[in-house]
């Protein structure tokens, strides 16, 4: 009788590397090697009897001569590639010593994190890329065609704050006015720096130039594709690991989990607690915004469960 291995875990650790003006190190793999010529994100496998972090540090300096002085926890993806399973480790590194090049004669280049989905990388990197564009703060302006006047309130007060993201969640039936109301928020928000997600159908945000869509669980499970380009955002909302495994099968960048506190807008749904949604958290392969009771003061909570942020209404657009 044949015995089947299973395939061997290969623990990376990977870092998102960030310069004074912002901007994303990435690093070309040789074509003679895994997957050669695609773009990726600097780092290596974790050694026996070594931390992530340490590892992280040894890495970059072999590959790039830098000193890491700061970095912390990002996303950690699972990508089985059939004989081996991949755990990248990913951290987000804001300060290092040193000036960076290629120590393996490996081409370097610092891009924009909007510039990031212009170039290949492999498949296991696609929510790595996702991450590192993402804000900590993913707030929702809620409201419905009435409150036009109140919403733009919260639009400008969500751009005074240098929000980069959120959610435009417009209840009407009229298309007309849903789309001219839309086109306005989206006019004002685009030039002060904040990108509107719809929560909408996804053609919606062709007609209205938005900045992506954000899929509620009932549109999250009807797809099959992915329903926009790469270079849009696709958000979902989800309430258990079926909607998180959709979302990462139809190509969904980040998606919401909720709720993870009791909250006023849902007080008969039953909250998960933090122990919970770190569990599910775990086991995503895509970035996941903690939802539900959330205000800003709960994002280092959020973060020791490996959320990529929190979202909400209250402590975000009415703040």
């Known amino acids: 009788m044949e015995i089947q291995k299973h395939p061997r875990l290969l623990h990376v650790a990977v870092g998102v590397v960030r310069n004074g003006q912002g901007e994303i190190l990435i690093a070309r793999r040789h074509d003679h090697l895994h997957q050669g010529g695609l773009w990726e994100f600097p780092g290596g496998k974790v050694e026996p009897k070594e931390t992530v972090e340490e590892a992280l540090k040894r890495e970059l300096c072999e590959e790039l001569s830098i000193t890491v002085e700061h970095a912390t926890p990002l996303i950690k993806i699972r990508h089985d590639y059939g004989l081996t399973r991949v755990l990248l480790d990913v951290w987000r590194v804001d300060a290092f010593g040193g000036s960076p090049y290629g120590l393996e004669n490996q081409p370097i280049l610092w891009v924009s994190s909007d510039e990031l989905h212009q170039f290949d990388f492999p498949a296991a990197n696609r929510h790595i890329i996702a991450a590192a564009r993402l804000p900590d703060y993913y707030p929702i302006a809620s409201g419905s065609l009435g409150d036009g006047e109140a919403l733009f309130a919260k639009l400008e007060r969500l751009c005074q704050a240098g929000y980069s993201l959120a959610q435009w969640r417009l209840q009407t039936s009229d298309e007309a006015a849903y789309l001219r109301l839309t086109r306005s928020a989206v006019d004002y928000c685009r030039p002060r720096g904040l990108g509107l997600l719809l929560n909408s159908e996804p053609e919606r945000v062709m007609q209205t130039g938005a900045a992506g ?18 270079s849009l955002w696709v958000g979902a909302s989800c309430h258990c690991p079926n909607e998180i495994r959709q979302a990462e099968m139809t190509g969904v960048d980040f998606v919401l989990l909720s709720p993870v506190l009791p909250t006023p807008s849902h007080p008969d749904a039953r909250p998960l607690g933090w122990e919970q949604f770190g569990a599910w958290v775990d086991d995503a392969a895509l970035p996941v915004f903690a939802l539900g009771g959330m205000t800003r003061d709960h994002l280092a909570q959020a973060k020791r469960q490996g959320a990529q942020g929190v979202a909400g209404i209250r402590g975000f657009a009415d703040a």
């Open 213 to 230: 869509v954000h899929l509620n669980s009932r549109r999250l499970l009807a797809l099959n594709h992915r329903p926009l380009p790469k």
